[in-house]
Each structure stands twice: as C-alpha cells, then as structure tokens.
C-alpha cells in the first residue's frame, strides 16, 4: 500500500519536473545561445575610428543559425575578437521560419524595453518603417563618415538605407532578386537562347512547351516566391524610374504601366509548373537542376542551392537579369542596426565598423554566397556568378526589392501577398490592381 | 463547526494558485486581446486609442477590400471543414467503435492502433499529410497520384490541395486536409464511444433479444439513443478543434493558392506577426473565440442544468 502511494509520488514529482524543464527550455534555448568566445590571438584595436571598446560584452540577434550564413557570422565574430579581445561576444539566434520567429522575438524584446545591442534586419523599409519611425533606432550616419565608406557604397544603397536625410543601418550583404536561372543542357538541346524580353520569354517558352519541358518553375506554396517574381515582372513592363516610384507613391497602381505587369504575369502563369502552389522555392529550383523545367526566376540564394546539389556554375546553370531587366538591380540586404538604449553601445558600434568594414564583408560573403554590399570586395574571393553580380552591382541602376523588405513596410508586403494569393488562382488583373491600389493607401503611402 | 469552516478554506487555499494563474493567463489575456481588438493598434509599436468596432466592420464590409474577402473565404472554410470532420469523425468513430465491441480478439491492439494517431502532433502529420497529398505534375508525379498512376487509375488523380475549383463556397482542396483531420481524430471518437458501449448495461440488450428485438433495432432503439450524451461531448471536443484548427493545416497546406485552405487562425498568424497588424490580429482571435464559444456555452448551461437535477 505505501509503496503504491510512493510511485504516485515520484510519478508526479518527475510531471513537475518535466513541465518545468519544458518552460525552461521554451523561454532559454531559442533566445540565447553562448558563443564560445576564442582565446585572444590578435594584437590590439588596429583601427583608430572605432569607438573604444575594451570589455563587456556584444548581444548580436540574429536568425543565422545554419549554414553558410551561420559561418559568415562567426567568421565576422572571429574577426570582432580579433581586434576586441576582451568583449564577449552573445550570439542571440532564433531559429526558424525565415527570420519570422526571430522577428516577433525581437518585438518582443523592443517594446518591452530590453533591445540587443545589435539585431540583423531587412534593410530598407523593413527596418525604417517598423523600428526607425518608432523611435527606436540610433542613426549610424556618423559611422559611415567617420570611416569614409559613403563613397565606398552605391548611391543607390545609401538611398535605400536612408530616411530624414540618416542612415539607419549598416548592410553587410546584397542579394540579387531579378535573376533568371536557366538549365544549360535544356537549352542547348532545344537550340533556345535565353530570354532577355518578354517577348523572347514567351517564343522560347511556347518552344520550351512543344518540346515536352515546363518553361518556367516556380514554388509559391507561402505565396512570397509569387511576390518575388512579381517584382521583376513589374520591373520589367515599367523599367526602374516608374518601379522605384511604386514604393513612394509617385507612379500611378490603377495605371497602364502596372495593369500591363499584371496581364503579363497572367500570361506568364500560363507556362509554370502545374503543382507551383504544392512546392517551395528549392524544389522549383530542383526542376530546373533535373530538366523537367527550364528557367526559374529566384534570387541568387539559388545558386547556392544548385551549388549544394553539386552543379557547376557557367557550366550546368546559367543565369541572366530576368526579361526586361537588364541593367538593373533589384537588391537586397541584410543589415544591422543600432537600436536606442542598446546595454553596450561602444561595442556595437565596434560591431557596426567591423560590418560595414572591406574585411568583414569579404569575411562574411564568400560564405554566405552573397557580394558585399561595398563597392571595393575582394574579386577573387567570389564565384564566377558571384563576380559577374559584383559586376552588375557597381554599373546598374539599384533599386529595392519589395519581398524581401528593402521597398515597402512589412505590412505593405502581407497586403500584397493577400492580393497575390487570389490572383494566382483567378488571374483577376481588374481586382488584383484594385486590391493593389488600396494595399498602397493602407500602407499611408498611396493618397 | 470550526472544522468544517477549515476545510473549507483549505481547500480554498489549494486551488487559490489555479485560480490566480487561470485569471491572469487566461481571462485576463482574452481581456486584453478584447481591448486591443476595439484599438487602433497598427504596427510594432502598442497605440491603445479607441477605434470601437471598425476593426470588426472592415473584416466584415466591402471596405475591408481583400482582408474581407480573406476572411469571408476562411468562415466558409471553417463552415466546410467543421461540418465535415465531424460527420467524418462521428460516423467512422462510432462504427469501429461497435466493431471492437464485438468481443473480438486483440481488441487491445486494434484500439491501440487506432487511438495512436491521436498522440502524435498536428504539426507531424501535417508535414506528412502534405508529402502524401502533394500532387506533382506530369512524369514526376508524387504521393497518392504516383500510387494511382501505378495502378492505372488515372481518371482518380487530381491537384489535391493545390486545387482552386469550388462548389459554391465549398473548396475543394479542403477535402485533403478534412481527410488528414479525420484521420488523427476518429480513434478519439471511437474511445469515447466504446467506453459509451461498455457502460451501457449487458441486461438491457439481453431484456430487449427476449422480447424478440433484432440486432438492429437494439443498436437504433436502445444504443444509440443510450450514446446520446457520448456524441454530444464528442461535438463538443471536436468542434471546438476544429473552429481553432492552426497548426494542421499552417504545416500541412498553408493558406493555399485564392485562400482555398485558409482558416482564420493563419489569418490572424500572418496579418499579427508578418503585418504587425496587432489590432487586426486581435478581432480575428475575438471572432474565433466567440465562434468556439457559441458550441461551448450551450454545452456547458446544458451539463450544469443536469447536474443541478442529479
């Protein structure tokens, strides 16, 4: 009899025990992973603009938690350590969800007053018009006089980074949208050049379809990959001037220009894949790697997926600006701020320097597959696509990405994807322009 | 006297820490959600002012644009889907309830087998529910369509989830997510059934056979009017999941290509923690509460009723 009352005992008390582990573990493992700090090995600050930052310690949060893009980190914070032996470095990552989960952890954090000492964001409107017209961002302006980077980065960059005449954060990285991927092989058998117009896409993709191949790939199930090529189809029908002017009001939604992009994605959607909305970005680019499809329109983290499945670059895939792009670049960028009442200011802005630096961009690029978001990278550090986009980036006229936070507020983006989910299923261009016309008052953009 | 009055406060006293935790987790969160659902709260940045109802009204109006039309699609899907995962759930749960109450053999096994999908998480299947159901396309075809294309049943395969064609404002693409709800919960109905079964007396049935009553006429005229209680709370739990299903059909088909598997829990996820649309966010949560809280009340006034009469 005792003995029984004895397991319920020790049964309850493990319960206990358990559930308390789980809250535990819910509320510590994803916030705060401890990055082992390296023994010191380098010599002394070298760099005398850097604030001095002489212990401490560095909260840096992120969603970088695998990958090339989690060694590009640590190689920055090797580098960090390097010159501030004595800081120790917090490496705050939150996994999953494509930055999402990262992103209301960090809400969380800001508006109950408990900011990182630096946190990874979109740049561009992602970060402006959630956390810089809130008041919770420090201007990095000074950093970049004081280091002289202002002519070392593209105009077009600056432009996106500011606002009120202020530069609100430091972008370590530049990703290209508006590329077309396109397998080699399927191209040469079916005697086809790539396209650089939508005329030309739509010749070679009803060549691409008599022949038995999907023309183009695309995997929206989450409906941003159909955001995403969206953007270079909007790009393409108006050219940048009217594009950038989508984003500030100026060029006209119930217009000719967006109503012709919209008839021409319609069309386009004529050529993809039958199961786009079952499958994602990668596997639509595994159609494109096996030859059951031809092109596929993604940013150029592909060429980091086709490289991981072993394909050579130049060789077995092979890349243009997507139709009526060329000579344009739509960007963006992962960036890192300074936000107000960060605990250890000076080193942040240590970090911000390290970042914003030729070393560190060219530390970090290489392996998160991305060009530096300077003007002056090491080339030979970088792939044959990586040094052709490095090319595109100094010559082309810059303009910012929507999906990817650069060109609009975050709540600007969900509205737009509402809008796309009903069009890729009715192609309504009447009701789809209307709904994007009115996602532009919404966002107090629009009048 | 003084002893009773004791007990009585221990007993106050134990449950005290439920009562506070439950006050302020629960009832004083659904508070504040209702106090952020009446403000005009858009952006990361909390702005408690008043808006009153506009929230509710630009869901429910023309003026909402594509957010009303967002959510008049995902009532009707939760209409569909509630409606036919508890037709499902009853009809099939109730039936392998009366066949393991045959007195087979192994019986523990099969209840088992089919209580066991119960205890996995919704998140689990859905992410395989969605490799079984995804449809594939051409030569490369995938899960069940590459099973029906393997034994020549061609004419039976179809886009599944990614289907945009509807009956009225039926969907059908929900048909594979109703398919993978059912399936993880019809060994819960079929538990609550069988110990419904179990505890109806052996006397009954025997007394209804000596007065020449067929098998039938047993289970329609005095089983099934016995499990009456049983399927009332199978309603209960099961409609209550499925008003609030998230998690299933987030893994499993997201919102799907015109909204064709939206619910309005994947609304207020994305328009709350994508759009930093909190106040919206917060309506949606108020509506789904007040959606639950229609079957449950009912429910509820019924037991307490019975209780008091027992």
Redesign the interface.
């Given at each position: 009899m005792f003995k029984k009352y004895m397991w319920y005992v020790v049964m309850a008390a493990l319960l206990v025990a358990s559930i308390l582990l789980v809250a535990c573990g819910g509320a510590q493992a994803p916030t705060v992973t401890p990055q082992p700090t390296k023994p010191p090995v380098a010599t002394k600050a070298s760099q005398p603009t850097a604030a001095p930052a002489t212990g401490g310690k560095l909260e840096i949060f992120s969603w970088w938690t695998a990958g090339g893009e989690a060694e590009g980190l640590n190689a920055m914070y090797k580098i960090y350590n390097g010159k501030y032996p004595n800081v120790k470095i917090v490496n705050a990552t939150v996994a999953g969800g494509a930055g999402s989960n990262a992103k209301a952890v960090l809400a969380t954090r800001m508006q109950s007053g408990d900011p990182p000492d630096s946190f990874q964001v979109h740049a561009g409107h992602e970060l402006i018009d959630s956390w810089v017209k809130a008041g919770k961002m420090e201007p990095v302006t000074s950093i970049f006089k004081e280091n002289g980077w202002l002519d070392r980065y593209p105009k077009g960059v600056i432009d996106i980074l500011s606002y009120k005449g202020e530069i609100w954060s430091v972008p370590v990285n530049i990703h290209r949208s508006n590329v077309l991927w396109y397998n080699k092989k399927v191209f040469a058998d079916n005697g086809l050049k790539p396209p650089t117009t939508f005329d030309e896409f739509f010749a070679v993709a009803d060549k691409l379809k008599a022949a038995g191949v999907t023309p183009l790939a695309l995997g929206d199930n989450g409906i941003w990959t159909a955001n995403h090529l969206m953007e270079s189809v909007l790009l393409g029908s108006m050219g940048p001037e009217k594009y950038k002017g989508l984003w500030d009001g100026s060029t006209d939604w119930n217009g000719p220009e967006v109503k012709s992009a919209l008839t021409t994605f319609a069309k386009v959607m004529n050529y993809v894949n039958e199961d786009h909305a079952a499958l994602s970005w990668d596997q639509a680019a595994q159609l494109v790697a096996d030859g059951d499809a031809a092109m596929t329109i993604m940013g150029d983290w592909a060429e980091g997926y086709f490289k991981s499945i072993k394909l050579k670059p130049g060789v077995d895939f092979g890349w243009v600006p997507s139709p009526g792009t060329a000579g344009t670049f739509i960007m963006l960028s992962d960036s890192f701020g300074l936000p107000k009442g960060a605990p250890d200011r000076d080193n942040a802005i240590a970090w911000l320097t390290v970042c914003g630096s030729k070393e560190g961009q060219d530390a970090f690029n290489p392996l998160k597959g991305s060009i530096p978001a300077r003007m002056d990278g090491d080339r030979s550090l970088y792939d044959v696509y990586l040094q052709s986009a490095m090319d595109d980036f100094k010559t082309n006229k810059i303009v910012p990405s929507l999906t990817h936070g650069a060109a609009a507020s975050e709540g600007w983006v969900t509205a737009f994807s509402d809008v796309m989910t009903l069009f890729v299923s009715d192609k309504d261009v009447a009701a789809a322009q209307q709904g994007m016309t009115k996602a532009c008052v919404d966002a107090g953009v629009c009048k | 006297m003084s002893h009773a009055r004791r007990e009585r406060w221990i007993a106050f006293i134990m449950v005290l820490p439920s009562i506070l935790l439950l006050a302020l987790f629960v009832y004083g969160f659904i508070g504040w959600t209702a106090a952020v659902s009446l403000s005009k709260w858009?952006?990361?940045?909390?702005n408690y002012s008043w808006a009153g109802l506009e929230n509710f009204r630009l869901l429910f109006s023309k003026v909402g644009?594509?957010?009303a039309?967002?959510f008049s699609i995902d009532l009707w899907n939760t209409l569909f889907f509630t409606l036919f995962f508890l037709l499902l759930c009853i009809i099939v749960g109730l039936f392998l309830a009366i066949l393991l109450d045959q007195k087979i053999r192994g019986e523990g096994v099969f209840r088992t087998i089919y209580l066991f999908p119960m205890s996995l998480s919704f998140v689990v299947t859905g992410v395989v529910w969605?490799w079984i159901f995804?449809?594939?396309?051409?030569?490369?075809l995938?899960g069940v369509n590459a099973l029906l294309h393997a034994i020549g049943l061609n004419a039976l395969r179809w886009?599944?989830?990614?289907d945009?064609s509807s009956f009225g404002p039926f969907h059908v693409a929900l048909t594979p997510v109703i398919i993978a709800a059912s399936w993880q919960l019809i060994g819960y109905t079929m538990a609550m059934y069988l110990a419904g079964l179990r505890s109806i007396p052996e006397e009954l049935r025997e007394a209804a056979r000596v007065d020449g009553a067929s098998e039938v006429k047993i289970y329609r005229h005095i089983i099934l009017p016995m499990l009456q209680p049983i399927t009332l709370s199978a309603l209960i739990v099961l409609g209550h999941i499925s008003l609030k299903i998230f998690d299933l059909v987030y893994t499993m088909?997201?919102?799907?290509?015109?909204?064709?598997t939206d619910v309005p829990g994947i609304f207020m996820f994305?328009?709350t923690?994508?759009?930093?649309?909190y106040a919206q966010g917060a309506t949606i949560s108020i509506i789904m509460l007040l959606m639950v809280a229609v079957v449950i009340i009912p429910y509820l006034i019924y037991s307490f009723r019975r209780e008091v009469e027992l």
């Open positions: - | 858009d952006g990361v940045e909390p644009g594509v957010s039309r967002r969605r995804a449809p594939g396309a051409g030569t490369r995938r886009k599944w989830y990614t945009t088909t997201g919102k799907g290509p015109g909204f064709v994305e328009t923690f994508q759009g930093n649309h």
